[in-house]
């Protein structure tokens, strides 16, 4: 305002970097206009330094990664190669726009205090590659031995895991969702508890979750998995058959769609199967990432 009463409002982001770099304008600018300032003026240049560079979402770039099971043989032979792969595709994204590494579970083959250190140093890894840190949920080999017995959860605990992850330049936000917290066996399930803790904090920044695209991450899939014609069952999983299914699938799945959709979700990000597939489900899409370390038997041996 001026002393002779003009008065004009100027609206800051929310992010406090965009918030101190609107303010270091403004006030730099005031500093060098002569006797009172020109108000609409400077909320001409204002708004389309800020306002109208803001209203533009950045697109965010997300490199899905799964089921590394990290401490098995076969996650020691190839991660220098995956790691080498991972860098090859961050270099290719380049600086343009953000880019958010998302694990969804199975970081360790088993729950350990040596295997958790191979992850530390995988974590660290995509902390390099990626201009955000990286997103993590939990899966069943984190928590559980082989991913089937029992509870470790000392290790598991130990790893940096979020409940929702806002990007406010790019308008997105992911749900995390920890689907491993009930459930036997391989199983999953997602409590009434879970959903209150993400109910709540999405709830926190009711202008977010109205506004911006939102996503979800768990480690289970949500709905079946089709079997592609160059995958080699194990001779249990085509004894039992569809039964089989039953004992690594998410439970209660369809009222977990259900709670999605009311929350206006569009995107699920998943992994579990060590089968990488896309799929749409009415106005939702479903990615499951398969093994990044490709931990999944072939019918032609040796493929990844």
Not at 34 to 47: M, T, V
Not at 193 to 205: K, N, T, V
Not at 287 to 303: D, I, L, M, P
Request: glycine share 8%; aromatic share 8%; charged share 25%.
């Amino acid at each position: 305002w001026t002393p002779d009463g003009d008065a004009v409002f100027l609206e800051l982001q929310r992010s406090l970097p965009e918030a101190r770099d609107a303010l270091n304008w403004l006030f730099s600018h005031l500093s060098v206009m002569p006797g009172a300032p020109n108000l609409q003026l400077l909320r001409d240049q204002f708004q389309a330094r800020f306002l109208q560079r803001n209203n533009e979402a950045q697109p965010l770039r997300i490199i899905h990664l799964s089921d590394l099971h990290l401490g098995s043989p076969i996650a020691q032979r190839r991660l220098p190669r995956v790691k080498q792969l991972i860098q090859q595709l961050s270099d290719d994204l380049g600086d343009s726009a953000p880019i958010v590494p998302v694990v969804t579970g199975d970081l360790m083959d088993t729950p350990n205090d040596s295997h958790l250190d191979a992850v530390r140093d995988f974590l660290d890894f995509l902390h390099g590659v990626g201009s955000e840190a990286p997103v993590v949920v939990l899966g069943n080999h984190d928590v559980r031995k082989d991913g089937w017995l029992g509870k470790d959860l000392q290790s598991a605990l130990r790893i940096p895991v979020d409940r929702v992850r806002w990007f406010e330049q790019s308008r997105v936000g992911f749900a995390c969702f920890n689907s491993v917290r009930g459930g036997k066996l391989a199983c999953g399930s997602i409590d009434e508890r879970e959903y209150m803790d993400i109910a709540q904090e999405l709830d926190r920044e009711p202008e977010f979750a109205r506004n911006f695209a939102l996503g979800a991450l768990l480690h289970h899939h949500p709905i079946p998995v089709a079997h592609p014609s160059w995958l080699k069952q194990p001779w249990y999983e085509r004894l039992l058959g569809k039964n089989f299914e039953k004992t690594d699938a998410l439970e209660n799945s369809e009222q977990f769609m259900s709670w999605l959709k009311a929350r206006r979700i569009g995107l699920v990000l998943h992994g579990h199967k060590h089968i990488p597939r896309v799929e749409t489900h009415g106005a939702m899409t479903i990615v499951g990432c398969g093994s990044s370390v490709g931990k999944v038997e072939t019918v032609q041996a040796g493929s990844t």
